[in-house]
């Protein structure tokens, strides 16, 4: 059984970002989730990403609200030293491997996440399954 979900940006954004056209079917896995008893985790990288590429679309005051309910759902994962070294030394050793994907599923593995839920095609995967929105709805 599930107990720990991880969310990728994209799929953060979804949940803010009505014009990119998967807001229900993110809404609806994150309500879930929740009536399931799981924990919804992302990073702290991933909060101020989402901020930065939402501020162009959503007015501000309505932008800050959404994103203090985010931090309310999920468990903010922050990113400390070790864990961008890892991410690094990992790039490193394969340049074809995305950075920003290393550094989310460290996080995801350190908060043992069963599960990434991300619409990326090419999302970096592990230890840990990764689940598109629709295959993650199907999956739970």
């Known amino acids: 059984m ?3 979900i991880f969310f990728d940006a994209n799929i953060i954004l979804d949940l803010i970002d009505s014009d990119r056209g998967n807001i229900e ?5 994150v309500y879930k989730a ?5 924990t ?3 990073s ?9 590429v939402a501020r162009r679309k959503i007015k501000k005051a309505s932008l800050v609200e959404e994103m ?11 990113i400390d030293g070790s864990a961008a070294e890892n991410a690094l030394l990992e790039n490193q050793k394969n340049s074809a491997l995305d950075f920003e994907d290393l550094l989310q599923r460290g996080c995801s593995e350190r908060a043992q996440c069963e599960m990434i839920v991300s619409n990326d095609k090419k999302f970096v995967s592990g ?12 999956h739970l």
């Not at 079917?25 to 896995?29: N, P, V, Y």
């Not at 702290?44 to 930065?52: E, G, K, R, T």
């Not at 203090?68 to 922050?78: C, G, S, Y």
């Open 34 to 38: 929740l009536t399931k008893g799981i």
């Open 2 to 4: 599930i107990s720990k």
């Open 68 to 78: 203090l309910r985010l931090i309310e759902i999920f468990e903010i994962i922050p």
């Open 40 to 42: 919804l985790y992302t």
């Open 127 to 138: 230890t840990i399954k990764v689940f598109s929105t629709k295959k993650a709805l199907e």
């Open 25 to 29: 079917d993110a809404r609806t896995l």
């Open 44 to 52: 702290c990288d991933i909060l101020s990403n989402v901020y930065y």
